[in-house]
């Protein structure tokens, strides 16, 4: 194999890790907007503090695994919770208003979790060790680090799980049937404030995860929110209502910003790979503004 082969294929596969572990984020982005129909953009500040309660559960110096079991179990059920409680308090009152109105209790409820995050939690960096080797996997010519393949397989988990849950389960369909027509579906017995609250805390489940993988990559502060604005090219690329399309997403924007700086950074001297998704995202806005694999609405006015 010649060496810009092996070069080409190694930014590939480092590119498709860390494209499923932005997948990983999306898909809260995803669950909301495909129950609810409204945009989370709260996301980045859920995954914040899943990995700060999972880096105060590991702080305890308890053994390493079980250490992380206790983080996932607690990060879980905190972020559970929280979910359940932010639709009972602060969403279940907008419900039937106009949904930019859910949209800007989402954007206040960021700005309040970043802020108060440090006076609670501290504004120092803290660790987030999971039990798994240090030495990185070597595929072919890449060589990737462990926590990026623990976090690609933890996303194609996730997404089979829930890909079957909305398309075979009666729980599935139902909520899928409330993002259509709220009103229609409270007709059909459907009980829409339910299903609400667990599209919330389906959305906590996906932050616990994605926080303790993300937190055990890049340390955990208050600058990992940033992450939620990071993967939102992938959820306008795939298809604000697919499952499906934010893997994709994720893996073009992965791809993307792996080639970018592979190829582009040693001529312009770095920064590529941050901009690159945006400009993307803005072709496919001009071209499919509903996404690859988006529904595509029309509405007579």
């Given at each position: ?17 860390i ?8 898909l ?37 695994i ?33 949904i ?49 393949v ?6 194609i988990?996730l ?11 009666r ?25 609400f609250?667990?599209?919330?805390a389906m959305?906590?489940?996906v ?24 993967v ?13 399309g ?13 080639l ?13 790979k ?11 806005l ?5 996404g690859i ?9």
């Amino acid at each position: 194999m010649s060496e810009d082969l092996g070069f080409f294929i190694a930014l590939l596969l480092n590119g498709v890790s860390i494209g499923l572990m932005y997948s990983l984020i999306a898909l809260g982005f995803v669950l909301v907007y495909k129950s609810t129909d409204a945009i989370n953009f709260a996301q980045g500040e859920f995954v914040m503090m899943a990995a700060l309660f999972g880096a105060v559960v590991v702080g305890f110096n308890v053994s390493p695994i079980v250490g992380a079991i206790a983080a996932v179990v607690v990060v879980l059920a905190i972020m559970i919770g929280f979910g359940f409680a932010l639709e009972r308090v602060v969403l279940r009152p907008l419900l039937g208003r106009p949904i930019v109105a859910v949209i800007m209790a989402t954007i206040g409820l960021a700005s309040v979790l970043r802020g108060l995050t440090p006076i609670v939690f501290g504004g120092e960096t803290r660790a987030l060790p999971l039990p798994i080797p240090d030495d990185p996997v070597v595929i072919g010519p890449a060589t990737l680090p462990p926590i990026q393949v623990l976090g690609a397989g933890v996303a194609i988990l996730l997404f089979l799980g829930f890909n079957w849950f909305f398309k075979k389960s009666r729980m599935g369909v139902a909520m899928r049937a409330v993002a259509d027509n709220q009103q229609v579906a409270q007709a059909m017995g459907i009980n829409v404030e339910r299903y609400f609250a667990l599209a919330w805390a389906m959305a906590g489940i996906v932050s616990a995860l994605g926080g303790i993988v993300w937190g055990s990559m890049l340390g955990v502060d208050v600058q990992i929110a940033v992450v939620g604005l990071k993967v939102f090219p992938v959820v306008i690329l795939g298809g604000l209502d697919s499952i499906g399309g934010a893997m994709v997403g994720g893996l073009i924007v992965g791809l993307v910003e792996s080639l970018a700086s592979g190829y582009l950074d040693p001529y312009v001297g770095g920064g590529t790979k941050d901009f690159a998704p945006y400009l993307l995202m803005i072709l496919v806005l001009m071209l499919r503004p509903y996404g690859i694999f988006g529904k595509r609405q029309i509405e007579r006015v």
